[in-house]
């Protein structure tokens, strides 16, 4: 279950948003195994003043187009799944809405299965199932 934020300046088309959401789903879809409706996404649009990233940190050329994800997830996956997702978040954001691969800037933040209630106050993927 990601919980999904994205940060951007401010000014992309609804289209634009719609291509990120699409392509960060795909790619969780593919590589983390996320189930179907398992959709939980935000975006954040930023003036100027509001969003700062480093141009040059890495030694990576970024733009004023820059995307800042933060993906909350269950601590699960393996390095190797986490490599996957970031690869496949780049190569679908790349395709459609056609952002700069040096413009991605993707954070993980992983938490216990118990750190998450869909509703009702219940937290689901530990509730007693009987």
């Known amino acids: 279950m990601p919980l999904v934020q994205v940060s951007l300046r401010r000014g992309k088309s609804a289209a634009y948003h719609q291509a990120i959401f699409d392509g960060v789903y795909r790619a969780m879809r593919e590589t983390f195994n996320v189930p179907e409706d398992d959709r939980f996404m935000t975006i954040t649009e930023h003036d100027a003043s509001t969003f700062?990233?480093?141009?040059?940190?890495?030694?990576?050329?970024?733009?004023?187009?820059?995307?800042?994800?933060?993906?909350?997830?269950?601590?699960?996956?393996?390095?190797?799944?986490?490599?996957?997702?970031?690869?496949?978040?780049?190569?679908?954001?790349?395709?459609?809405?056609?952002?700069?691969?040096?413009?991605?800037?993707?954070?993980?933040?992983?938490?216990?299965?118990?750190?998450?209630?869909f509703g009702h106050g219940i937290a689901q993927y530990v509730a007693d199932k009987g």
């Open 52 to 117: 700062s990233v480093s141009p040059t940190y890495f030694g990576i050329a970024r733009s004023e187009d820059a995307v800042i994800l933060q993906l909350t997830v269950n601590n699960t996956r393996t390095r190797e799944q986490k490599q996957a997702l970031y690869r496949r978040i780049v190569e679908l954001l790349h395709e459609s809405p056609g952002i700069r691969t040096e413009d991605v800037f993707i954070s993980l933040v992983e938490v216990l299965p118990e750190n998450w209630s």
